[in-house]
């Protein structure tokens, strides 16, 4: 675990994933704990997709392949690569386990700046391989609500700003796939009230670069942290619907996305897949402010 801080904020890291476990700042938690009653996990890096291929299958070149749920870097080992007062960049390689699930050579970075009240979270994907290499990258931070009470009608909202009329979202439908149906979001003064009926359709995907910012507010829509990106696709996700007293929420900046429900085409033509020439590098990544130090 190593830890960063300013006179501000208090980050600590895992190599296990190389994922975020703590945010402090004047005396609170801001990042999920991590309690498996609820989600077992606080801010997992999504590679090399984002939710889900259909049945867990996919295809490349003729040949099937399997893999899991957002896929395979959350779960494996990261070494330290760069390390400095404020910064740390963690790093994985392909290697045999990998690439019996994922044919394709690659390093992956993972890095971590502290600068005032921002954490800056920066990915760089690698193509080590000789041919083409298709993937998807994510994020999935789990952020408290601030004083949150199972009771109360509304936990908290978010924030999408003045042109948040008419946002289209898509959502899972099954296996944790979506279907073609967009909806309307509906706010009022670009806030998105969330409570207790929220998330009865899982998750909120907005793509097509709809959003580029969010604010987190409490019950009083006073502000205490925001995120920005610059990916194509943003998702909002509390499990609430499985556990009315979940006390988190989730803002997901993606470079991709799951599967429709049936898609059997090839792994290269699935929808928002990024993909790269051998030697190339791929960059991304998003920023978290605390709004209220």
């Given at each position: ?6 006179d501000k904020?208090?980050l600590?890291?895992s190599e296990?994933?190389a994922?975020l476990?703590s945010i ?10 991590a ?11 999504l ?6 291929v ?6 490349h070149?003729g040949k ?14 990261f ?10 960049v963690y790093s994985l ?5 990998t690439?019996a ?22 990915w760089?994907?690698q193509?080590t391989?000789e ?10 931070p ?7 009470n199972v009771l109360d009608?509304v936990h908290a909202y ?15 439908v099954e ?5 073609p149906?967009?909806?309307?979001l509906?706010?009022?003064?670009g806030l ?5 009926e929220t998330f009865?359709?899982?998750t909120?995907?907005f ?10 507010c409490d ?18 996700w509390?499990?609430?619907a499985?556990h009315?007293d979940v006390p ?6 993606w ?6 429900v ?6 290269k033509?699935?929808?928002w ?10 960059t ?7 709004e209220?130090?």
């Amino acid at each position: 675990m190593k830890t960063l801080s300013n006179d501000k904020i208090t980050l600590q890291i895992s190599e296990s994933g190389a994922e975020l476990t703590s945010i402090v700042a004047n005396g609170n938690e801001y990042l999920w704990q991590a309690n498996p009653k609820f989600w077992q996990r606080h801010s997992p890096v999504l590679f090399p997709i984002v939710g889900r291929v259909w049945n867990n299958h996919y295809t490349h070149k003729g040949k099937t392949y399997e893999l899991g749920q957002h896929g395979f870097a959350r779960d494996m080992d990261f070494q330290l690569s760069y390390e400095e007062e404020n910064a740390v960049v963690y790093s994985l390689e392909s290697n045999e386990e990998t690439l019996a699930k994922y044919p394709f050579p690659f390093v992956l970075e993972i890095g971590y700046r502290l600068k005032e009240n921002h954490i800056e979270v920066i990915w760089n994907v690698q193509n080590t391989g000789e041919k083409e290499m298709h993937f998807q990258i994510g994020a999935h931070p789990a952020f408290y609500y601030r004083d949150f009470n199972v009771l109360d009608e509304v936990h908290a909202y978010v924030g999408i700003g003045p042109d948040a009329k008419g946002l289209q979202y898509i959502s899972p439908v099954e296996k944790g796939c979506v279907s073609p149906a967009r909806h309307t979001l509906s706010t009022q003064d670009g806030l998105m009230e969330i409570g207790r009926e929220t998330f009865a359709c899982d998750t909120y995907i907005f793509d097509n670069s709809q959003v580029n910012h969010l604010v987190l507010c409490d019950k009083d829509k006073k502000p205490y942290l925001s995120m920005q990106f610059s990916t194509p696709l943003v998702a909002i996700w509390s499990p609430s619907a499985v556990h009315p007293d979940v006390p988190f929420i989730c803002l997901e900046p993606w470079y991709g996305r799951c599967d429709q429900v049936g898609y059997d085409g090839e792994f290269k033509d699935r929808e928002w897949m990024q993909h790269l020439k051998p030697g190339k590098s791929f960059t991304g990544g998003y920023t978290i402010t605390l709004e209220d130090i």
